[in-house]
């Protein structure tokens, strides 16, 4: 079965840095697309960067966009969301996400704060 384990979260100052890391298992994944997206209290889940299968193509929603950096091993089933310049409004639960047989998979989430 598909498993997705997040880690990496935690309290950072504004400006700080985090590496969050999803290991991902139950599924071939250098085959997949795989997304990081987050939520923070009282809003709705939104996607936050996404990196393909092949030839590991970037996306992210503006709001990380020139902070936040997605990678992936396929050798070690990983995928990694670096985030840097970190603000306050980047407070969020950051989760995992893989779509497969057109189901979606996630993480149980890695909490990160930014605050001072």
């Known amino acids: 079965q598909v498993q997705l384990v997040e880690s990496g979260g935690g309290l950072v100052q504004p400006g700080g840095s985090l590496r969050l890391s999803c290991a991902a298992s139950g599924f071939t994944f250098r085959r997949y697309v795989m997304s990081w997206y987050r939520q923070a209290p009282g809003k709705e889940r939104e996607l936050v960067a996404t990196?393909?299968?092949?030839?590991?193509?970037?996306n992210y929603v503006d709001s990380v966009k020139g902070r936040f950096s997605i990678s992936r091993d396929n050798a070690k089933n990983t995928v990694y969301l670096q985030m840097n310049s970190l603000k306050p409004e980047d407070t969020a639960v950051y989760y995992c996400n893989v779509v497969k047989n057109s189901e979606d998979y996630w993480g149980q989430g890695t909490q990160v704060t930014v605050s001072s």
């Open positions: 990196i393909t299968s092949i030839g590991g193509i970037t």
